[in-house]
């Protein structure tokens, strides 16, 4: 006869650290900030788990049971976060909700936010005295937040002061993943980020996205140094990303301000959206995939380069305005004529 002693005891043991949901509307953020800090990990079951901010010990996971577990930030909070992330802590496998209805996308990004990574860094104490290192985000549907589904505020320069975020839906919010000015070393893989007033707005350096989508948001992907905010900004990647029907198939696939570290963009396709560039320099589109009505528009900055690339059609509209270097290498139309960087430009 199999022994069930084994079992009986790690269904204790989960006993110990799972929370079942009262479905009643009760503000759980208490019962669960308290089986974080007693087990290091807190099991939600299925069902709904309203809260008004839970904030995560360092080294704790939290965790539900897909799409069943449901948190939801009480809505009567303008500004905070659904659950905030310390050092070495995991949040996987659950909804995170602002709201029990899809909301009405703001003006501009708000203030309530759904995941929140946060520290104090700056330019003059870039590491900060509230360094936040090494969090994972995983598995999980976020939505109806009028501020970023997955925020890093100011987590600083360091290279262990990083977010891995993987295998996550964000939509309706005021921005699917919003990157401050201080934050860098994040990285994203298979994120999908739709019907959000942006996509991504990654104003932090060295951020990387592998395989991400940013499709049907109003502006896809944006980095804004335009005030020199960061003397940092930049220099990552996105790889095998899609930028596709911004703005109702009139809006701006990819956004770049003031950023002078250079990014590089390949392997993607943009559809239905413009590409707009400004006093940005050291950008590179390789390897790109375009649809037949794009429009390009670059002001100032320096290097611009488009690399083995294949159009749909000739651009709509390439417009550049005080910049010598917008370079068109190895760039074709699927019928085979060549682009070149004089090509329907206008200035």
Not at 19 to 37: A, C, F, K, V, Y
């Amino acid at each position: 006869m199999k022994s069930t002693a084994g079992n009986a005891s790690e269904n204790m043991y989960e006993l110990r650290y799972r929370l079942e949901s009262q479905n009643d509307g009760t503000d759980m953020t208490d019962r669960i900030e308290q089986m974080l800090r007693a087990y290091g990990t807190c099991l939600l079951g299925s069902g709904v788990y309203v809260v008004s901010g839970v904030n995560m010990p360092d080294h704790s996971t939290l965790m539900g049971m897909g799409d069943c577990t449901k948190i939801i930030l009480k809505e009567d909070i303008s500004s905070g976060y659904a659950v905030r992330m310390g050092s070495f802590c995991c949040v996987k496998n659950l909804s995170v909700l602002g709201s029990r209805a899809p909301i009405a996308l703001p003006d501009t990004v708000g203030e309530r936010h759904g995941i929140l990574f946060a520290g104090t860094a700056t330019t003059k104490d870039w590491m900060g005295p509230d360094l936040k290192l090494n969090a994972i985000l995983e598995g999980c549907r976020i939505s109806g937040f009028t501020g970023g589904g997955l925020t890093c505020v100011d987590t600083g320069y360091y290279v262990r002061a990083s977010l891995t975020a993987s295998n996550c839906h964000i939509i309706n919010c005021g921005a699917g993943i919003n990157i401050s000015h201080f934050s860098e070393y994040h990285e994203f893989t298979n994120m999908l980020c739709s019907e959000n007033l942006y996509g991504c707005i990654n104003n932090g350096g060295n951020n990387v996205f592998v395989n991400c989508g940013f499709n049907a948001n109003r502006t896809a992907f944006v980095i804004d140094n335009a005030e020199g905010q960061s003397c940092n900004n930049s220099h990552g990647s996105a790889i095998g990303c899609t930028f596709n029907h911004s703005g109702d198939n009139k809006g701006i696939g990819i956004m770049i301000l003031g950023a002078k570290n250079g990014y590089v963009f390949s392997g993607c396709q943009m559809f239905y959206s413009k590409i707009i560039l400004e006093n940005a320099e050291g950008i590179t589109f390789n390897a790109m995939n375009f649809s037949k009505n794009m429009e390009i528009s670059v002001k100032g900055g320096g290097l611009i380069l488009f690399t083995d690339s294949v159009f749909s059609k000739r651009p709509t509209s390439v417009s550049v305005t005080d910049n010598s270097l917008v370079k068109f290498i190895n760039c074709f139309t699927r019928e085979g004529e060549e682009i070149k960087a004089q090509m329907g430009i206008s200035s």
